[in-house]
């Protein structure tokens, strides 16, 4: 089994920043993309971002520009660095990987981020 655990979201005002992490433990003999959904009330679950382990990176449009994904492989951890937040992206994040040669899906328990004045 594979765990993953978030940390970093909260409440921020319209134009602020936000780092969110996400850590992976357990039974990984390599992970191979990392990346961040988020789902809004009422919404569709949708990609935010994701990461190769080659550090090859993919972005939606409406993110594009404003956060940047990363990764430390040693640690088996992806961070988020959200800037100039949008009330928009209010949403729970969910910290997504796929690991192993099957390439099997695992999923955070989600952190909440509230873009509000």
């Known amino acids: 089994q594979v765990q993953l655990v978030e940390s970093g979201g909260g409440l921020v005002q319209p134009g602020g920043s936000l780092r969110l992490s996400c850590a992976a433990s357990g039974s990984i003999f390599s992970i191979n993309t990392m990346g961040w959904y988020r789902q809004a009330p009422g919404k569709e679950r949708e990609l935010v971002a994701v990461?190769?382990?080659?550090?090859?990176?993919n972005y939606a449009d409406s993110v594009k520009g404003r956060f940047t994904i990363s990764r430390d492989n040693a640690k088996n951890t992806v961070f988020l660095y959200m800037n100039s937040l949008k009330p928009e992206d209010t949403a729970v994040y969910y910290c997504?990987?796929?690991?192993?040669?099957?390439?099997?899906?695992?999923w955070g328990q989600g952190t909440q981020v509230t873009v509000s004045s």
């Open positions: 997504h990987a796929r690991v192993g040669l099957l390439s099997r899906a695992y």
């Open positions: 990461i190769s382990s080659g550090g090859n990176t």
